[in-house]
């Protein structure tokens, strides 16, 4: 892999590598159509440029597609795929299909830097960002390409920490140019990097899902470190803040853990927090994580508690978990650093 990879490149960029290559200036086009909109793996079958224009790209450059490697299938049919990186590392997507929709969940980086209580990924500490091409070429390498129709970057990593590519990612899957995707068909989740969140919805049209886990200070910083430096107060005050017009959509993502952020008190301290503002909660069980003391609420808490803030005014949905059994629910990715192997025999 000497060669740089033409896959996750922007527009821009070929253009700048036509300059580069003193090739014509609109084949930057062309290649963008065949490294986004057809199924080609070689410069070779770019067959509307020139001999010489792929003679010179080629000199310098590849595709960069990276097939996978392994493939897990769930009892529920959801399906865990393992990507080598070009570093040597590994990432994992899962692929959730459901009767409306069939939704692809990716990673933006090995490991994460984050250390979240509830995590696998975080557990696994944090071992390298994905470049755009990295983070595409999780939906560009699977089978069921042409069936995915959502997106979410809920994977291993935190988006916004790998922030330059992952705007990369958004672009080259929305543009004209690019797969042509629907923003409102994308959600990025973050635990609550405010300086990203910033850029994030000036930059995109994406939905955007907040990791929150408990409305009180003390209590989430157990749980997410990040507290400590951007507060869910100040994050809730951003979000607040902006106009988010009336396509986009923010939602809060809520794992409850039994005993601790499932009671009347954190029903009240959510509606206090989030009152007014129009979003959604998504409640989740949590997912048991190797030396981790938390317990998942039962089915009935849960439903009791989407009830509560459902009465408050504040909508409410309980995600039904996927991919439990191959660990590719959510919380439960993560793969080992050396090459070749996963923490769980993939």
């Known amino acids: 892999m000497s060669k740089e990879p033409l896959f996750g490149k922007t527009y821009d960029e070929l253009r700048a590598i036509a300059t580069l290559l003193d090739i014509p200036s609109f084949s930057a086009r062309q290649i963008a159509e065949w490294l986004y909109k057809k199924n080609i793996s070689s410069i ?12 010179r790209l080629a000199e310098k450059y590849e595709t960069g597609l990276i097939p996978y490697k392994k493939v897990m299938e769930s009892a529920d049919g959801t399906r865990k795929y393992l990507f080598p990186t070009r570093q040597g590392k590994f990432v994992e997507a899962a692929y959730i299909p459901e009767s409306r929709r069939n939704t692809l969940c990716l990673s933006t980086q090995v490991g994460c830097k984050m250390g979240c209580l509830f995590c696998m990924t975080g557990k696994q500490g944090f071992q390298g960002n994905l470049t755009a091409g990295e983070i595409l070429n999780q939906l560009r390498s699977i089978p069921e390409l042409e069936n995915v129709t959502n997106l979410v970057y809920m994977g291993m990593g935190e988006p916004l920490d790998n922030l330059q590519e992952l ?20 959600t990025v989740s973050t635990i609550g990097l405010i300086p990203g969140i910033r850029e994030f919805l000036k930059k995109s049209n994406c939905h955007l899902a907040v990791s929150l886990h408990s409305p009180f200070e003390e209590e989430r910083r157990h749980l997410m470190p990040v507290e400590s430096v951007y ?7 951003e979000l607040k803040s902006i106009d988010m017009g009336k396509q986009r959509r923010i939602s809060f993502e809520y794992i409850m853990f ?48 989407r009830e509560a803030l459902n009465k408050k ?34």
Do not use: W
């Not at 070779?44 to 003679?55: A, F, H, P, Q």
């Not at 507060?231 to 005050?237: G, K, N």
């Open 167 to 186: 705007m990369k990612s958004l672009e080259i899957l929305t543009s004209e140019y690019g797969f042509a995707m629907s923003p409102r068909r994308i």
């Open 258 to 305: 039994r005993d601790m952020n499932d009671t009347p008190r954190h029903v009240r301290e959510l509606v206090r927090l989030l009152g007014g503002m129009r979003c959604r909660i998504n409640l989740i069980r949590f997912h048991p994580v190797p030396g981790v003391p938390l317990k998942s609420s039962d089915s009935v808490k849960m439903e009791q508690f």
């Open 313 to 346: 005014g504040l909508f409410t949905t309980i995600r039904q978990s996927r991919g439990e059994d191959i660990y590719a629910a959510c919380g439960m990715l993560s793969t080992k650093t050396p090459a070749g192997e996963t923490d769980r025999d993939f």
């Open 44 to 55: 070779e079958e770019m067959t509307n440029l020139s001999k010489e224009t792929r003679r």
């Open 231 to 237: 507060s869910l107060a100040q994050v809730i005050e």
